[in-house]
């Protein structure tokens, strides 16, 4: 059964959440029991990168950019919404390597249809989580496009952890989960984000990625594999 039509409004409207989230976005990074696993993820993520070229999904206010370009050979990182890119470039990064442009997560558009890919490596961070059931794997197929055959591609997301999580307060028809998130200035917001398992994410993978390397840490999970 399809999402309903205010579903759809939702899920629209969520760049302008965020836009409008731009400047307190990181605060959610601030939790002290997180810090193990942001500084592993950290860590990891220079490793994965190392001497690559990458295309960044809904990069946001860049906040994995520090550690993730660290070692790259070149960094492109794209949102829909310049009000967080605006953040993403206040950090320090080498801008010589590291560059930004606007496009959409569904549609980059960043290499034309018969094009060969400058990229190797393809990385999203906290955006499946928000992309609806019925165009996951969709989503998947438009990342790998843009990337070379055998590119690395590197997914982190929150898991949903009890008593720490925002909780998910209903479900629609499609059986994606909503939050409702309050900004600074007092405005809620019903958010889509949805919590998919290891099982889950080989299903969609299947025949679109190969050597999948699942692990979960306290409050994420990291998914890394190449493409076909």
């Known amino acids: 059964m399809p999402s309903s039509d205010a ?59 520090p550690a993730a370009t660290a070692q790259a050979l070149s960094w492109l990182g794209t949102d829909i919404n310049p009000e967080v890119l605006d953040e993403a470039r206040a950090k320090a990064l080498d801008f010589n390597k590291v560059t930004f442009r606007l496009a959409d997560a569904y549609a980059p558009g960043i290499v034309a249809n018969g094009e060969a890919s400058p990229f190797d490596a393809g990385f999203a961070g906290l955006w499946f989580s928000h992309v609806p059931m019925s165009r996951q794997r969709e989503w998947l197929q438009g990342l ?60 969609l993978l299947a025949g679109l990625g190969q050597d999948l390397i699942w692990r979960e840490l306290d409050y994420f999970w990291t998914l890394s594999y190449r493409t076909v």
Do not use: C
């Not at 899920?11 to 965020?18: F, K, S």
């Not at 917001?189 to 998919?196: G, I, Q, S, T, W």
């Open 144 to 203: 790998h496009s843009q990337l070379q055959p055998g590119a690395r591609v590197v997914l982190i997301e929150n898991r949903y952890v009890e008593g720490d999580s925002t909780p998910v307060h209903r479900f629609d028809a499609e059986g994606n989960g909503y939050q409702l998130r309050r900004l600074s200035d007092g405005s809620e917001h019903e958010v889509m984000k949805n919590f998919p398992s290891e099982a889950r994410m080989q299903e």
């Open 7 to 65: 579903d759809i409004s939702r899920h629209q409207h969520m760049p302008r959440y965020y836009a409008q989230r731009a400047k307190e976005y990181e605060r959610v990074f601030d939790k002290p029991h997180r810090q193990p696993d942001l500084a592993r993820l950290k860590l990891w993520l220079t490793e994965q990168f190392s001497g690559r070229h990458v295309l960044e999904i809904a990069t946001g206010t860049g906040y994995w950019l």
